[in-house]
């Protein structure tokens, strides 16, 4: 499947009493984020984006911001003049679950 087949997908975003992802069940969502994702430690997703101002990377957060709080889905940002870091897992879980991998790739849409 592509990136965008996974941005399509709707995903109610976890709400506990589940396990997190294991490993193998990790590999094949990762597999179909665009470059720049990372797995880490089997617990969260990472990465960083790059802009020409402060002003972009600030409209990025705020477009973000909106599509997460449509979701229920909330990543960490972290705001720099041209830069943006986004760390994203399912904190009722403590680790990762598919809604991350979705949220994920939706995110790269806003990006593009």
Known sequence: MS????????C????GGIPPLKPAEIEPFAAELSAGWTVVDGHHLH???A?????GALGFV????????EMGHHPDFELG????????WTHKIDGLH?????LAARIDRVRT
């Open 3 to 10: 990136t965008c087949d996974l941005a399509d997908r709707t």
């Open 12 to 15: 109610e975003p976890c709400r």
């Open 47 to 49: 990465k960083e984006y």
């Open 51 to 55: 802009f020409d101002d402060f002003v």
């Open 62 to 69: 705020n477009a973000v911001g909106a599509l997460a709080e």
């Open 81 to 88: 003049w041209g830069r943006v870091v986004i760390t994203l």
């Open 98 to 102: 598919e809604a991350d991998f979705v």
